[in-house]
């Protein structure tokens, strides 16, 4: 007889199972729906993995060619010593993916890191999208919760930590970025990567190497985007509060702001349906360009 923490593993079951061999390592990705449909690329933030797009990958994927990766240095793709995992180097990883992809515009939705990551390709690498949805995203200074900060400055200490008592410090960490509170079995799944013995150096060496200078290099040209961009925001998000969803849309041009009612910063896991409806009703819509051209 089947437990239902089992039933529920088997639902969210979730594999990344082709590689890519990146500026910054081996980084593990797939890609789902027809292949002629319209691409749509998910960019997952700190410190999680693709795993949280899973649901919004999976709904996309009936009108979409969506594809999913785990950042350098998270989830499966590979960690090591010495490896470069800034803000800086992950926007160069998804420049050279849509290039292995042969992706030219596509619809990029992305989360956390992954604004700041989606950003940086786009204005300082010339990464073109079709559109941007940036959820929560890392884009405007000052950034990073005082645990952050504490874990940045403090790497080399807190990397020394007793297995058991990281993996507490990660267990932690990782719920509180859900207002509802986490299913036991996505917690597990979430925290799982930093907890191996590659994982352990690996979840303080992405903190040590982010810093708000990434966000700092473009936050003065978010006036340049040209293209449609929806924020959606958590109204319950405490590690990167709602005001900044606000500010975020008055620096973009015609920037649209969708609000989440009761969701915290991991909107994928706290209220799937609603981001998932959002995400949906912006990809349809038409762009500016097609509208002109449909004149």
């Known amino acids: 007889m089947t437990t239902a923490r089992e039933n529920h593993e088997t639902r969210e079951n979730w594999v990344l199972d082709h590689s890519f061999d990146s500026s910054s390592g081996t980084v593990r990705w797939t890609a789902l729906g027809p292949a002629d449909a319209p691409p749509v690329v998910l960019v997952h933030g700190t410190p999680?993995?693709?795993?949280?797009?899973?649901?919004?990958?999976?709904?996309?994927?009936?009108?979409?060619?969506?594809?999913?990766?785990?950042?350098?240095?998270?989830?499966?793709?590979?960690?090591?010593?010495?490896?470069?995992?800034?803000?800086?180097?992950?926007?160069?990883?998804?420049?050279?993916?849509?290039?292995?992809?042969?992706?030219?515009?596509p619809a990029v939705l992305a989360h956390d890191f992954g604004g700041c990551v989606s950003l940086r390709a786009h204005l300082l690498h010339g990464a073109r999208y079709e559109r941007l949805a940036l959820v929560d995203p890392v884009a405007l200074a000052p950034w990073g919760s005082p645990t952050y900060r504490l874990l940045g400055a403090?790497?080399?200490?807190?990397?020394?930590?007793?297995?058991?008592?990281?993996?507490?410090?990660?267990?932690?960490y990782v719920g509180s970025a859900s207002h509802r509170g986490l299913h036991p079995a996505v917690l597990d799944r979430l925290v799982a990567p930093w907890c191996t013995e590659e994982g352990r150096p690996a979840f303080y060496r992405q903190i040590?190497?982010?810093?708000?200078?990434?966000?700092?290099?473009?936050?003065?040209?978010?006036?340049?985007?040209?293209?449609?961009?929806?924020?959606?925001?958590?109204?319950?998000?405490?590690?990167?509060?709602?005001?900044?969803?606000?500010?975020?849309?008055?620096?973009?041009?015609?920037?649209?702001?969708?609000?989440?009612?009761?969701?915290g910063h991991l909107v994928q896991e706290d209220a799937p349906a609603e981001l998932t409806g959002e995400l949906s009703r912006f990809l349809r819509a038409r762009s500016p360009r097609e509208a002109r051209t449909a004149r």
Request: net charge negative.
């Open 48 to 105: 999680f993995s693709s795993y949280v797009w899973r649901g919004t990958a999976r709904a996309l994927a009936r009108e979409h060619r969506v594809y999913a990766w785990d950042l350098a240095g998270y989830g499966a793709s590979e960690m090591r010593a010495g490896q470069d995992v800034s803000l800086a180097a992950q926007a160069r990883v998804l420049t050279e993916l849509l290039a292995h992809w042969g992706l030219d515009e």
């Open 154 to 172: 403090h790497a080399e200490v807190f990397g020394q930590l007793p297995p058991a008592l990281h993996e507490a410090l990660v267990r932690e």
């Open 208 to 263: 040590e190497q982010n810093d708000q200078r990434y966000t700092d290099e473009i936050q003065s040209r978010y006036g340049e985007l040209d293209l449609p961009v929806l924020i959606c925001w958590g109204t319950d998000d405490t590690w990167i509060p709602v005001a900044r969803g606000h500010e975020l849309a008055k620096a973009i041009p015609g920037a649209e702001l969708r609000l989440i009612e009761g969701a």
